[in-house]
């Protein structure tokens, strides 16, 4: 990733970690920016075993689920899948009014993220 990444990618193992950078993701630049990274973990990289941990993410724009979506469909094409951890229940609140919580799996922490790949 490039010195001005929106996102902090480590693994562990065969599963990679990403922690996003932003309290807010709301701007359609911003949200396009991450949308190429993560895109470009699976697309480029191949990466299989995704987790997205929430941790810093306070807001994040109606346009980033579909960010979201189309990253999940990503790895479910290459066997894949992706999973969140550490939603605060505002965020978690978003996907539920959406009906979007039974498309994604969610974990307290990322320790039981982790765990959900084992």
Known sequence: MSGDSRLLVQGIGDVTIIN???ASILDTL???KIAAELYGLVDEKAKRKIILDFTT???MASQTLGVLLTLQKKARTLKGKVVFCSLK???MKVFKITGL???FEFYDDETKALD???
């Open 89 to 91: 229940p505002d965020l």
């Open 57 to 59: 993410v306070k807001y």
């Open 101 to 103: 919580e039974k498309m």
């Open 116 to 118: 959900a790949f084992r």
């Open 20 to 22: 996003f950078q932003d």
């Open 30 to 32: 911003l949200i396009q």
